[in-house]
C-alpha cells in the first residue's frame, strides 16, 4: 500500500519499514521481529540525527537573519545621524546668511547707492549652501566644505580639543595687494559640549616672520587648513587669529569690498 495516500509527513524511512513488511514477495520481507525492531530503531536514531542537522542549520539561520537585521538597523541609524547632522548645518548656515543679510540691508538703508547684493546658492562645487555677495562686479563668496569629506578628514587633536564640527570659508574675486593675498578667511564651527547650538568662529590667517612671504587676512583650502591649523598654535610659518564671529567680520567684509568696488 501506498503510505502516501493516508500520511504524507511519514518519514522515508518509515515508509520504507512499511514497504519492506507488506512487500508480496516474502523472502524480501523482515524475516523476524528483530529485524524490525532494529529497522524502526534505526529510523528513530537517523530521524534524531535529520532533526539536530537541520536544528543546526535552522539556528545559523537565525543568527545570520540576526544579524543583517542589526546590519540594516545600523545603517539607518548611521543614515539617520547623517541627516540630523546635516539639518544641524544647514541651520547654521541659514542664521549665519541671516546675520550677514541684516547688516548688508543695515549698510543698504544707509546709502542711495553702492549697495551690496546678497546673492544664494552659488554653483560652486560641493554644496548649495553656498552664497556670495556683491558690490559693481567685486564679490566675496562664502563657500562650505563636503559633509561627507568633513566627517572622514577632520582628524582628533586641535580639532576634537576645540569642538570644530564643520568648516567653510570667505573669499573675495580679486588680488589685494596690501595684504599680498585675496581677502578671506575660515568659517570654523564650533559645538561645545553639553550645548545645544554651536558658534561660528572666524579664522583669518597671516604669515610670520618664519615665513618667506608676508600675506595677511587669507583662508586656507580644506586639506590646506586641516594641516596647517593645529601647527599655527606652535611656533610656525603660518599664524591665525582665531575668534568667534561677531559683525564687525562681517563689516570688514563690507569694508573690503566698498574699497576694491
Not at 216 to 228: A, G, H, I, T
Not at 232 to 261: G, P, Q, W
Request: glycine share 4%; net charge neutral.
Amino acid at each position: 500500500p501506498n503510505i502516501d495516500d493516508k500520511r504524507s509527513e511519514v518519514p522515508a524511512k518509515v515508509k520504507q519499514i512499511i514497504s519492506k513488511m507488506t512487500n508480496k514477495r516474502a523472502k524480501e520481507r523482515y524475516a523476524n521481529v528483530e529485524e524490525i525492531i532494529y529497522a524502526i530503531n534505526q529510523s528513530i536514531e537517523q530521524e534524531k540525527e535529520e532533526n539536530a542537522a537541520l536544528e543546526k542549520l535552522a539556528a545559523k539561520g537565525h543568527q545570520k537573519s540576526e544579524e543583517i537585521k542589526q546590519t540594516r538597523l545600523k545603517q539607518q541609524q548611521e543614515a539617520e545621524k547623517k541627516e540630523e547632522f546635516k539639518k544641524f548645518i544647514n541651520l547654521h548656515i541659514q542664521e549665519l546668511k541671516n546675520q550677514i543679510e541684516s547688516q548688508v540691508k543695515k549698510y543698504n538703508s544707509r546709502v542711495e547707492d553702492n549697495r551690496i547684493s546678497l546673492i544664494e546658492k552659488q554653483r560652486i562645487p560641493k554644496t548649495d549652501n553656498n552664497f556670495s555677495i556683491k558690490l559693481n562686479g567685486i564679490s566675496g563668496f562664502f563657500e562650505f566644505f563636503d559633509y561627507e569629506a568633513l566627517k572622514t578628514t577632520i582628524p582628533d587633536n586641535i580639532f576634537k580639543q576645540k569642538n570644530i564640527i564643520f568648516l567653510g570659508k570667505f573669499r573675495t574675486n580679486y588680488l589685494n595687494h596690501k595684504l599680498n593675498s585675496c581677502f578671506g578667511f575660515n568659517l570654523v564651527l564650533v559645538q561645545k559640549p553639553g550645548e545645544i547650538y554651536a558658534d561660528w568662529y572666524v579664522a583669518s590667517f597671516y604669515d610670520t616672520g618664519f615665513s618667506g612671504s608676508s600675506k595677511k587676512e587669507y583662508c586656507l583650502d580644506l586639506q590646506e587648513f586641516l594641516n596647517e591649523f593645529p601647527l599655527c598654535f606652535v611656533m610656525h610659518t603660518v599664524a591665525v587669529n582665531y575668534k568667534k564671529l561677531e559683525d564687525s567680520h562681517i563689516h570688514r567684509i563690507i569694508e573690503e569690498l566698498i574699497e576694491f568696488s
